[in-house]
């Protein structure tokens, strides 16, 4: 069965080195999203002196990002690989580090288009 591996860090500055530590393991395809969080939203808010509801796009031009978030999904034998590359690049034993990330995994029943990465047929 297929996983979908999420990682969400801080270190913005090393989320396309995961996507490519994943690829090179087995990743079919792998997804970087630039994404807030919203603890860093509200305090941001609070010293620029802006709502944070009311302009929140505002304030999300003016800042920088804050998160990484990487996605792929996998056969279930790779999950165990791609966290230990994504701790490998993040430079942590775990990602039990406050500050380092946060990853999870979820079952998926089916994917549709998915091509594997060996052989480049449809899965």
């Given amino acids: ?51 944070l509801f009311v302009s929140m796009a505002r304030l999300m031009r003016q800042i920088e990002q804050t998160n990484q978030t990487i996605l792929a999904v996998v056969d279930d034998d790779l999950v165990d690989k791609m966290i230990d590359e994504a701790c490998r690049v993040l430079g942590t034993d775990s990602l039990d580090s406050e500050g380092d990330g946060v990853a999870f995994v979820l079952p998926v029943d089916r994917t549709i288009g998915m091509r594997t990465r060996r052989t480049g047929s449809a899965k």
């Fill in 1 to 51: 069965m297929s996983k979908l591996v999420m990682l969400i860090t801080t270190h913005v500055e090393k989320g396309l080195a995961v996507a490519e530590a994943w690829e090179a393991a087995g990743a079919p395809g792998v997804t970087l999203i630039d994404s807030y969080g919203l603890h860093h939203l509200r305090e941001r808010s609070k010293s620029l002196e802006i709502p």
